[in-house]
């Protein structure tokens, strides 16, 4: 048995310090630091091997989903740390007006449903309260119209409220992908700290969408306000069952995930024993949910002291590298306080340090490098509850982050893959019901149903579950049948004429060019051909994306010759899209 330092633990009185959720936001980057934060970041970029292009290539798929538009004048390692250290600023803001935008697009192809039901994203606008009378309602109505003409319509119009609920986590999470600026550190850390405290759409359809904007309030607080914004919301207590947990009749679903998966991250029992999950279960009774029934329905946490188990707790010191923590019998009156003290011990304990920070690593670096996993776990970083504003800054301005070794190594998941093709091409069906659920069916079919993940592990981020055979062949196949070129334009013509090209004008300007050359000058053409629409698309013009098959793109018989299908285009923007280098980020 191990006894905790005075430096891992917190004293009695910190611990037993009641916090609050909060309901503003935090900043990820105080403006007193900002100024350092630019030049510690920049200066690690500067020590890289990576070019410039490729410093924004890297920045734009690990900081975000990939380049949209052409905002790549006065291009800079100054201008992308400022840049970065914007968007680091805001990372906790709910994105404005893109939420409220989702929720009014209507579908066409709903007009006999009640109108409500004719805009299936209306619930990423709603409160946890309207969500759940709305699902109610339609459940109402169609236990009343059992036996009745009316009732396949009315248990159709509830499997719709239903299922447009269930499918809302995902579908925001795509659409704030799709069209949030370059370089969102913000949705890219909801993202990750959704699936790392995942609750699934299918049993909490009513609460999925406030529990995301209720992590990514939280996401630049410590790490202590986000297990409790995660743990007390109506959506963790009810999908894992804490919301029946009483003295007497425990039930450990989250005390064993909060331990296994949330903090320390351990599933050989390295740090706690069976018994201190029961211990841990214990602790946490008394938090549950109220307003889920009755006439009005207003879903929040309530702690219930006569719930909750007040005996005293000797824990974690069984454990092969345990760390001593007990509460004394709980007093009337100090009862709430006792998990809170729990989940600021769990907040601060080394082996949650180091848990998050390797997650982390691992989302942002593709690897878990020691030196900066210890940066980020050690006391002057992440302090006593993990200051999570520290911790991000501490993994972006560490050389790790810009090294050439990061750089295209790991394979885009299936979110990545499509939304960076899409913003590359500034794919105009994407704002639609139809583009949106197309790109959801195509992450769910490579093994990433967005928001609707049933086991508490969320999906795996591990590139072997992204890229094999299949998934290759179902990418080519989605390039070529769904994401189209039209809007891909590029600039062309002498100074004293220059036009703008898109769409069959740009496929027979490309088809003229190519017809001019042979031998060695068609080989050079097609290659600086191939880097203009690089270029277009926001990617590097580097060697493994220019050569390979876009030069056979270009060199295809319906490119070149009179009579064929002349769109050259098209094949080169499809050739890049598939080529095995925008695979990886």
Not at 54 to 70: I, P, S, V
Request: aromatic share 6%.
């Amino acid at each position: 048995m191990r006894r905790a330092t005075l430096s891992t633990l917190l004293t009695l009185a910190a611990l037993l310090a009641p916090l609050a959720p909060s309901t503003v936001e935090a900043q990820c980057l105080p403006t007193s630091e900002r100024d350092a934060f630019v030049a510690e970041l920049a200066a690690a970029m500067r020590a890289s091997d990576l070019t410039l292009p490729e410093l924004y290539d890297h920045a734009a798929n690990r900081l975000g989903y990939g380049w949209r538009g052409d905002d790549r004048s006065g291009r800079s390692v100054d201008a992308l740390a400022n840049a970065i250290a914007d968007r680091l600023r805001g990372a906790a803001a709910r994105p404005t007006g893109i939420d409220e935008a989702l929720a009014t697009m209507p579908d066409p192809g709903r007009g006999d449903l009640p109108a409500e039901l004719q805009y299936p994203f209306r619930a990423a606008d709603m409160t946890m309260a309207e969500s759940l009378e709305e699902t109610r309602r339609y459940q109402d109505a169609a236990r009343g119209a059992q036996g009745t003409p009316n009732e396949r319509e009315a248990s159709r119009r509830r499997a719709i409220s239903m299922n447009d609920h269930r499918a809302i986590g995902g579908v925001v999470t795509f659409n704030q992908a799709v069209r949030r600026p370059n370089l969102d550190v913000g949705t890219v850390l909801r993202e990750f700290w959704f699936n790392h405290f995942n609750v699934s759409g299918r049993d909490v359809p009513w609460a999925i969408a406030d529990y995301q904007r209720a992590i990514r309030r939280a996401q630049c607080s410590t790490f202590r306000e986000l297990l409790l914004a995660s743990g007390r919301h109506p959506a963790m207590l009810t999908y894992l069952n804490q919301r029946r947990s009483r003295a007497g009749q425990i039930n450990e679903n989250y005390a064993r995930e909060l331990l296994e998966l949330h903090t320390f991250g351990d599933d050989r029992f390295l740090y706690y024993t069976q018994r201190d999950i029961v211990g841990v279960a214990e602790i946490l009774t008394g938090w549950t949910v109220t307003g889920t029934t009755g006439a009005t329905l207003d879903p929040r946490f309530l702690f219930r002291g006569s719930l909750h188990d007040r005996s005293a707790q000797d824990l974690f010191g069984a454990a092969p590298r345990g760390v001593r923590f007990t509460l004394p019998t709980g007093a009337a009156g100090a009862l709430e306080e006792r998990p809170e003290a729990l989940i600021a011990y769990l907040a601060g304990h080394v082996a949650t340090r180091r848990n998050i920070c390797g997650k982390l690593a691992m989302r942002l670096l593709g690897a878990r490098p020691a030196a900066v996993v210890n940066a980020c776990a050690a006391d002057d970083v992440w302090g006593e509850e993990g200051d999570l504003g520290a911790v991000y800054r501490s993994i972006l301005t560490s050389e790790e982050m810009w090294s050439a070794a990061r750089y295209g190594t790991r394979a885009k998941s299936p979110l990545e893959l499509i939304v960076s093709a899409r913003r590359a091409v500034d794919a105009p069906d994407v704002g639609t019901p139809a583009g949106i659920r197309l790109g959801l069916g195509f992450t769910a079919s490579l093994g990433q149903p967005l928001g609707m993940v049933a086991p508490p592990t969320g999906y795996h981020d591990v590139p072997a579950n992204w890229i094999g055979a299949s998934s290759l062949v179902l990418w080519n196949q989605h390039v070529f049948e769904h994401i189209g070129t039209s809007r891909v334009d590029m600039v062309v013509g002498p100074s004293t004429a220059r036009e703008t090209l898109r769409g069959g004008a740009l496929d027979r300007w490309v088809a003229d060019r190519l017809a001019r050359f042979t031998g060695a000058e068609l080989t050079a053409e097609r290659d600086r051909l191939t880097g203009r629409f690089l270029l277009e698309l926001g990617l590097p013009r580097d060697a493994a994306m220019r050569l390979g098959h876009t030069r056979t793109a270009l060199a295809r018989p319906d490119v070149t010759k009179s009579g064929g299908l002349a769109r050259p285009a098209r094949s080169v923007i499809h050739a890049i899209l598939t080529n095995s280098r925008f695979l990886r980020k």
